[in-house]
């Protein structure tokens, strides 16, 4: 559950204020795939961000499964996003150095995880989303669609219960975005995991259950 | 975590060589120089063989003579209304003459010091060639007295020390440094010892072989050391106060050294001239172990202001050495760091928290400097045998100790830890959204 709460979003800079998010209201169910949809610079990926607690409101409350946030410090904020959410990005972010299956088991790094168990994990999550076979290749050594595939078996493998999705389409020709819309679609239906998704494609916020529309900073369906 | 760390570190090492070279050249070289430098330290003024002792060590090194001649000023005042005349008579040095000590002098002034635990002199003023089957090697010659070897501890390899009865006997035997053994005999082993070696004109067996000192000393740079008795009779009958002896002394504790140096000063300002020719007063200069060092490098008469002078600029470039290439380092760090912007956003999106990613850049950075520190170590190594093979600092030779190896790991340690914990701070209060975007 994520409840969104008069929430305003605003960039200062010394002569200038630009209003990203004004008074945004929105309530996503746990279990549900929510879809927003807005031109550019409607303020989508800035109150994506606000959900997944990297960036913050200037004004309003966030609540994450029932717990408002606020007055958590950065360690406990940590944790949380660590624990509750999983990240996907329009351009995929996965680090080059690091091998497909290093770059799965990046989330566990950080809890308490042994290494053989963290691999284990990391290897399940791959096989999840079909890649197994290429467990020990690089990223540059993978297609768009690939790619983004693996962004998603990291980002479930801490089954976190609330998927945050940013463009995860957006860089791939139709037929590779089919693939990681099933994916996610699959995730949802199988696991339950809440996830909201940022997208400019109509054909993709069709299948999800719900689409929220914004412009210029507010929601306008 | 730590293995994941490294991994990536070796990683990201690998994918910018030329960063990797200029960041290790720099590192490497820099901890090289530190490392030939601690080396040197530790070769010149560290707790090395012969001077284990040198925390209770007064040097002599010589004594000053000066004549000064009474002269009349007189002043007119004339602005006086009657004619008037001021006398002043002030002493004026006329003539100053600087250098070691008789044997006489040494030995009938310097041996009934209250302070003075044991006493050393020698004599370093001869070079003595020595003959085998025909060929000829020259040695640096030390006529010492019994003394001397307990104020400078030398190491010995084979053999033994000489003693009082040498020195009243004047009995002809020697100590020679491993290096002599190995240039006269081809070898430094047992069997030397007993042997006869013929230098000059006279026939001399191997009492002892000592290894032969780390640092370069006035007080103990020879090659062959006689009994004191075996000096030129002209040294030992000389009246005169000056000659060719330098002296050492050892007091009982420390604290006692600056008793010593008063009870010398003493001596010399109150030494009867009366016998001396042509002069009228002396001062016998005396130093601490480090007060003599930085005295010879000044050319500072007062030891412990010549010691006060060198310390502040010795550290301050020293510091300053450390400095710039630190600062270069930490610059180049910057930058690596920056370019990995979008990695620590998604590492913090997924979890990692300030500190994480502080350690995570700290630890890579302290790979960096430790392959840089193993390299400046090779090369150290490297150089400081070629030094020593080559004897480049003459009869200096550099070391590499473990307490060497010891300072070198702090200082890599410390020079990760300073060059990377900035760029490592900066980058782990960064903004994940403003990271990723």
Sequence with gaps: MIEIQNVTKAYRTDTIETIALHNMNLSVPSGEFLSIMGPSGCGKSTLLNIMGLIDEPTEGTVSLAGKPITGYNGKQIARFRNEQLGFIFQSFHLINDLSVVDNVELPLLYRKVGGKERRRLALEALAHVGLSNRATHFPNQLSGG??????????????????????????????????????????????????????????????????????????VS | ???????????????????????????????????????????????????????????????????????????????????????????????????????????????????????????????????????????????????????????????????????????????????????????????????????????????????????????????????????????????????????????????????????????????????????????????????????????????????????????????LFVALPLLNLVNLNISRVYERKAEIGVRKAFGANGSDILYQFIFENLVLTFIGGVIGVLLAIALISYVNTNDLLGITRLSYSYEVFFYFLVVIVLFGFLSGILPAYRMSRTNVADSLR
């Design chain 2, 1 to 319: 975590m730590f293995k994941n760390y490294l991994l990536l570190s070796l990683k990201v090492l690998k994918r910018k060589p030329f960063y990797t070279f200029i960041s290790l050249f720099g590192i490497s070289f820099t901890l090289m120089i530190l490392m030939l430098l601690t080396s040197l330290f530790d070769a010149t003024l560290g707790d090395n063989q012969p001077l284990t002792h040198r925390d209770r060590l007064v040097i002599v090194p010589m004594l000053e003579r000066t004549r000064t001649e009474t002269d009349t000023i007189m002043k007119i005042d004339t602005l006086a209304t009657s004619y008037d005349t001021t006398y002043t008579y002030e002493d004026d040095i006329v003539s100053t003459s600087n250098g070691p000590m008789s044997y006489k002098f040494v030995t009938e002034n310097l041996t009934k010091l209250e302070e003075a635990e044991h006493y050393a002199f020698w004599n370093d003023g001869y070079h003595q060639d020595g003959y085998l089957d025909g060929r000829k090697f020259s040695f640096g010659a030390y006529y010492v007295n019994a003394g001397y070897w307990d104020v400078f501890d030398f190491k010995f390899l084979h053999g033994s020390r000489l003693n009082e009865q040498d020195d009243e006997g004047a009995n002809k035997v020697v100590v020679i440094t491993d290096k002599a053994a190995k240039t006269y005999f081809g070898e430094a082993t047992a069997s030397v010892i007993g042997q006869e070696m013929q230098l000059g004109a006279e026939t001399f067996r191997v009492r002892g072989i000592v290894a032969r000192p780390l640092s370069d000393s006035p007080m103990f740079a020879g090659d062959v050391f006689f009994p004191i008795t075996r000096v030129d009779q002209r040294e030992i009958d000389s009246d005169d106060v000056s000659g060719g002896f330098g002296a050492a002394f050892l007091t009982s504790t420390s604290g006692r050294r600056e008793a010593l140096k008063n009870e010398l000063t003493f001596l010399g300002d109150n030494y009867d001239m009366s016998g001396v020719e042509f002069y009228d007063k002396m001062r016998l200069f005396n130093a601490t172990f480090y007060e003599g060092y930085a005295r010879g490098i000044l050319q500072e008469e007062d030891g412990s202001k010549a010691l006060r002078l060198l310390f502040i600029p010795v550290v301050l470039l020293i510091l």
């Design chain 1, 146 to 219: 690939q790619k983004q595939r693996v962004a998603i078996a990291r980002a479930i493998v801490g089954r976190p219960n609330i998927i945050l999705a940013d463009e995860p389409t957006g860089n791939l020709d139709s037929h590779m975005g089919d693939e990681i819309m099933d994916i996610l679609l699959k995730l949802n239906a199988e696991l339950g995991t809440t996830i909201v998704m940022v997208t400019h494609d109509e054909r993709m916020a069709k299948k999800t259950h719900r689409l929220v529309r914004l412009s210029d900073g507010e929601r």
